[in-house]
């Protein structure tokens, strides 16, 4: 096992939280910051000794001597109000994580001076020269050396502000770069919850302050002095955040908002041991949810925030919208399609045929039925047959939806198909009625006793040659030895196999342009050639739809950059 050598702050901290404030008489400075302390690794010299149960009691007390000892030196320079958050006596705020242990320790500066200098210089940078357009919004910078910062500034009302409003950043610290711009979507959405908090509260008490005493019109009828100016200024630079919200429990707040958002920063993105490179599926899955997040973050921008309940409830849902898990078949209600074996049965060895060949070719599919649970499931089933990337499914609809939005459409029986669909060959129609006549024979299926399926298509080609991919799955099919799992493994491999060929063939004709003829070479030597090659290459240019963004990126940057095979 090889040992990878990492800074020492960089343990003790992971990422850190503060909230930083532009003082009119001081400049930038940091007014609140949270950070993770992880309990110490297991000493072998001590591992046979029995731990005291007031040594953690004494660690806290020691945590606050420590607060209070930095706080202290801090008054001692120049502070006015507005650069203050906690008095000299506060000790500041602990938090503990029962599960891992780990201490959340809020202060107005950090415990360490090392940490102390780095706070520093993103507080600086973040309401100075790293701002982005509009002055309010999220930002990246950072180095190796001092530590990658995420930033959001904003605004905060104030009727006594010059411009009545006053300049926060609450900038997020940590070594890690690729971990801070892989949470950018999550942290973004979190932080506008907290900034949209501070910013409503402080209206709040600009809006009553102007009622008694509009300041706007005061202050063009006053006689502006350059003498008295800095005196004018002084008084009212010094307000300090706890009086712009009227909020008594602000830090406390803070605190644990702060303390939850690292927690979950930690937990949302765990390290996994994977064997062999990532997957093509594993990659789509991974740029869908980025896309999610980032729009759901640009609707809570456009609605003006909303709830942490409902901004999170999508969130959990997170892989249901790509590819359902065979595994959540059996959460369904009702009858319902179990595996391929199952639905093969159900609909005949022919009708299954022609229903997975036009899934392959990536047709419309399109169920009708009174039973959403029962067109899911079988979306579900048949879903499995295509790399992640080729599915859009619209599970059950009121109305049609075009070809170009989903290739998996689930509708009511009562929804129409219009003309040029029932026409074309390139969807399939699965309609599905209940039968009248009640009772379950013995050894009869219970979807075949209850359910009709008819299966409708213009499509006039012959769908019993190829693809290569469907004629060996329906071997495993039909082969009774093999369980439902062998099967499904099975073909797991065989879309491996392809999706390899499919790679294939991208680079070849796509990215490096080839002809028609090297093409037909490429072809026969990936054995998509022969009996069914019409339909095994129709299969491999539909597939091409389905690669990853990553790898068509990684591609197109290696052609760039000049690196190209040695055949080449």
Not at 94 to 112: A, C, K, M, N, Y
Not at 378 to 398: D, E, I, N, Q
Not at 515 to 523: A, I, N, S
Request: charged share 20%.
């Amino acid at each position: 096992m090889c040992a990878i050598e990492t800074p020492v702050f960089a343990l003790k901290m992971n990422a850190l939280v503060a909230l930083c404030h532009f003082c009119e008489l001081h400049g930038p400075r940091t007014l609140f910051c949270t950070e993770a302390l992880h309990p110490p690794s297991p000493d072998p010299s001590s591992q046979m000794g029995t731990p005291v149960p007031g040594d953690r009691d004494a660690d806290r007390e020691g945590e606050g001597l420590t607060m209070r000892a930095n706080s202290s030196a801090t008054q001692r320079g120049e502070m006015c109000e507005g650069c203050r958050s906690l008095p000299a006596s506060h000790p500041g705020f602990v938090s503990i994580d029962d599960e891992t242990g780990i201490r959340f320790l809020s202060h107005q500066h950090p415990r360490q001076p090392q940490l102390f200098s780095v706070v520093r210089q993103a507080c600086v940078r973040s309401l100075s020269c790293e701002v982005c357009p509009g002055r309010e919004g999220p930002i990246f910078f950072g180095d190796e050396q001092h530590g990658f910062v995420f930033s959001h500034t904003f605004f905060i009302k104030d009727s006594l502000a010059r411009g009545f409003q006053r300049w926060y950043s609450i900038v997020l610290v940590a070594m890690d770069r690729i971990y801070l711009i892989n949470s950018w979507p999550f942290l973004l959405r979190h932080l506008k919850l907290t900034i949209h908090s501070l910013q409503s509260t402080a209206l709040k008490v600009f809006d009553s302050e102007q009622g008694v005493c509009p300041q706007r019109a005061l202050r063009m009828n006053s006689v502006f002095s350059p003498a008295v100016f800095p005196h004018q200024r002084s008084g009212n630079a010094a307000r300090s955040l706890t009086s712009l919200t009227q909020h008594p429990n602000l830090w406390a707040s803070l605190h644990c908002s702060f303390s939850w958002l690292l927690k979950a920063s930690g937990s949302r993105l765990t390290e996994k041991l994977l064997e062999g490179a990532p997957t093509e599926d594993t990659l789509v899955l991974i740029e869908r949810q980025t896309e999610q997040e980032e729009e759901m973050s640009c609707w809570e921008g456009a609605e003006g925030g909303g709830s942490k309940s409902q901004l999170l409830q999508p969130e959990s849902k997170l892989g249901l919208d790509f590819l359902c898990e065979a595994s959540k078949l059996d959460e369904l209600p009702g009858p319902k399609v179990k595996s391929l074996r199952h639905l093969r049965q159900v609909l005949g060895v022919n009708d299954f045929r022609q229903l997975a060949w036009h899934v392959l070719m990536g047709n419309q599919v399109i169920w009708r039925s009174a039973d959403p649970e029962l067109i899911q499931s079988a979306f579900t089933v048949l879903k499995s047959l295509l790399p992640v990337g080729c599915v859009r499914s619209v599970p059950y609809s009121a109305q049609y939806e075009e070809a170009y939005k989903c290739n998996f459409l689930g509708l009511s029986t009562d929804v129409p198909i219009p003309a040029h669909v029932s026409s074309s060959e390139f969807s399939v129609l699965v309609d599905v009625t209940l039968k009248l006549r009640q009772g379950l024979a013995a050894g009869e299926d219970e979807l075949c006793a209850l359910y009709q399926f008819t299966i409708s298509s213009a499509n006039t080609q012959p769908t019993d040659r190829g693809p290569t991919l469907l004629n060996k799955l329906e071997v495993a099919l039909s082969n009774e030895n093999l369980s439902v799992d062998v099967v499904s493994h099975c073909l797991l491999c065989l879309k491996e196999e392809w999706m390899n060929k499919v790679k294939v063939l991208f680079k070849f004709s796509k990215v490096d342009g080839r002809g028609r003829e090297d093409t037909q070479k490429v072809l026969a030597l990936l054995g998509a050639a022969g009996p069914g090659e019409e339909d095994n290459v129709r299969l491999l240019k539909y597939w091409m739809t389905g690669l990853s963004k990553t790898y068509k990126s990684h591609l197109m940057t290696a052609v760039r950059g000049g690196e190209r095979s040695p055949s080449q």
